[in-house]
């Protein structure tokens, strides 16, 4: 993308960037559209893209093959220059993780038990002798009581899911 280059409605996206960014001491906030994931957008040739990798662009050049633009600061809206780091989805991936922004437990969107739920599997889950019948806190009372495969229960108990807070 050419960020000089004016569009047919006469504005290159440099001169909209410098619009929409509100430049401070600390971040530089978009004032633009913001997207339902919290991150800044700006309109070029009808794509919607994010305005932090405009701002690489603007000042850093172009952004290589197969590399993300990534915030040190962590504020999705922040467009400031020498708030930005190339890196790979990877390396977005490892950051986020290592700042403990990934979604975990019930923060996570496809998550079907609770904290406490997982408390009461570890606290009161009994291992009968196999083979065993009427085991009142088996795998599948628990499976049952949560709707959940009894699978997810053996990663609870042996702490492979549901690692601690």
Known sequence: ???FEKTSKGKSPFQRFCEKV???DGCWNWQGFIDPNGYSRISHYDKNVL???VSWLIHN???PQGK???HKCDNPVCTRPSHLFLGTFDDNNKDRSAKGRSARGETHGHAKLTWDAVKDIRTNYIKWPQGSKGNPRSL???ADKY???QSSIIRILSGESWKEQ
């Open 1 to 3: 993308m050419n960020v």
């Open 22 to 24: 509100l430049i401070g």
């Open 51 to 53: 305005a932090h990798r």
């Open 61 to 63: 050049g172009k952004i």
């Open 68 to 70: 993300c633009v990534l």
């Open 140 to 142: 599948k009372y628990f």
């Open 147 to 149: 709707n959940v495969p």
